[in-house]
């Protein structure tokens, strides 16, 4: 999200250097609103808390840094949402080198033990 933020603020950057109009920035503020947005609160807020935890972590908003006090427990629960997330991505790999595209390249993570 942060990412998207930040094209955001470079919009309305180009904008105040006269690069771009008022109604372009809107179109860009309207577009991530729709897009990068939704799509975040859609994958973080209809799951399962843990396994929201583990998708940020996989997906990388959330670092080794972040995990550091998280109990042994805890790291064990995002091992397994991220092996569960590992899978999911390989079948979807698999039915697009059936369908002819090309596989996603998201490489395994996990978090380390101790959370450092």
């Known amino acids: 999200m942060r990412a998207e933020i930040r094209k955001l603020a470079e919009a309305i950057q180009e ?3 006269g690069k771009l109009t008022p109604h372009e920035v809107n179109d860009r503020i309207h ?11 859609v994958r973080y807020t209809h799951a399962d808390t843990s396994l ?8 990388g908003y959330l670092t080794d840094d972040d995990l550091a006090e998280a109990t ?5 629960d995002i091992r397994h949402g991220t092996r569960l997330i590992q899978d999911e991505m390989a079948q979807e790999a698999e039915g697009e080198e059936t369908n002819g595209d090309s ?8 978090p380390r033990s101790g959370g450092s």
């Open 31 to 41: 577009t991530f609103h729709n897009d990068a947005s939704r799509d975040l609160w």
């Open 15 to 17: 904008m105040d250097n």
């Open 72 to 76: 042994p427990g805890v790291l064990e």
């Open 103 to 110: 596989p996603r390249s998201s490489g395994p993570r996990e």
């Open 52 to 59: 929201s935890v583990a998708r940020a972590y996989y997906d």
